[in-house]
């Protein structure tokens, strides 16, 4: 069993050999400084919001205590989110895991509060029934809105998790490390591989991560995108976009044996 994680790299070429290898890659560089500060405000105006309304979203089956504020459907919510949906650099690792037509399940973020206990070691598709298949069948796309530490709950993984081609059981020990990088670190993963979220040991800092969540295209979208999407957000919308989202199909959905549009 691996012990650790592939370093961060600025390369997209290494990225997709460490996917292929490690089934994750942390990629640095892909956000300018001004890009993550309004990544950053519109995510925690979100949260304000969801809080002041009395709406934290805590309590998520995978984690443990009310640490944890989910905020869910955040591609409604502001237009830089739908930015890195389809942001080139995610789009590639993506097609490196998955191919392409791909759909966007969700995208959500967790801000791992003070003094948060962490949460289930888990791997992303436990919906496909075992054996599972010789490929993963979903990537997260994380994207690191506050800095990653161990100390702030840094998401943590089991290096070479992925070649067990199941869940995590009971007998399973819990070896996991911090995926730790600077504030735009970018974390893809592939579905197979065990995680969770970090015990954020601080008294005074919170760690907010994105995660945009695709699949192969057979698959149900966790979000439903045609009862709960921001109309707004398919104004100019790109092919890319309406293919992650369902609305424009390559392959299943058609309409009468067309695409939607």
Request: proline share 7%; glycine share 10%.
């Amino acid at each position: 069993m691996r012990t650790a994680l592939p370093p961060i790299t600025d390369d997209l070429g290494q990225a997709e050999r460490d996917l292929r290898e490690h089934g994750i890659c942390l990629v640095t560089g892909v956000l300018t400084p001004a890009q993550l500060a309004d990544v950053r405000s519109a995510l925690y105006r979100a949260a304000k919001l969801d809080a002041q309304r009395n709406v934290t979203h805590s309590g998520f089956k995978l984690d443990y205590g009310e640490g944890n504020h989910r905020v869910w459907n955040t591609l409604s919510l502001d237009p830089v989110f739908a930015d890195l949906v389809e942001h080139p650099v995610a789009l590639r690792l993506v097609r490196s895991v998955l191919g392409w037509p791909a759909l966007l399940g969700n995208q959500s973020a967790n801000i791992a509060l003070p003094g948060c206990v962490g949460g289930m070691l888990h791997a992303d598709q436990i919906f496909v029934q075992e054996p599972w298949p010789a490929l993963p069948q979903g990537c997260n796309v994380a994207w690191c809105i506050d800095e990653f530490t161990e100390e702030n709950g840094a998401t943590r993984f089991v290096p070479g998790s992925h070649l067990h081609h199941r869940p995590p059981g009971e007998d399973d020990r819990d070896i996991s490390v911090p995926a730790v990088g600077p504030a735009g670190t970018v974390v893809v993963f592939e579905s197979r591989l065990w995680h969770r979220t970090g015990e954020n040991r601080t008294t005074d800092r919170t760690r907010a991560g994105l995660f945009g969540w695709y699949t192969r295209p057979i698959y149900r979208a966790q979000e439903n995108w045609f009862l709960s999407l921001n109309p707004r957000i398919l104004e100019g919308a790109s092919d890319d976009l309406l293919v992650l989202l369902g609305y424009k199909t390559e392959g299943l959905g058609k309409i009468n044996g067309r695409s939607p549009r």
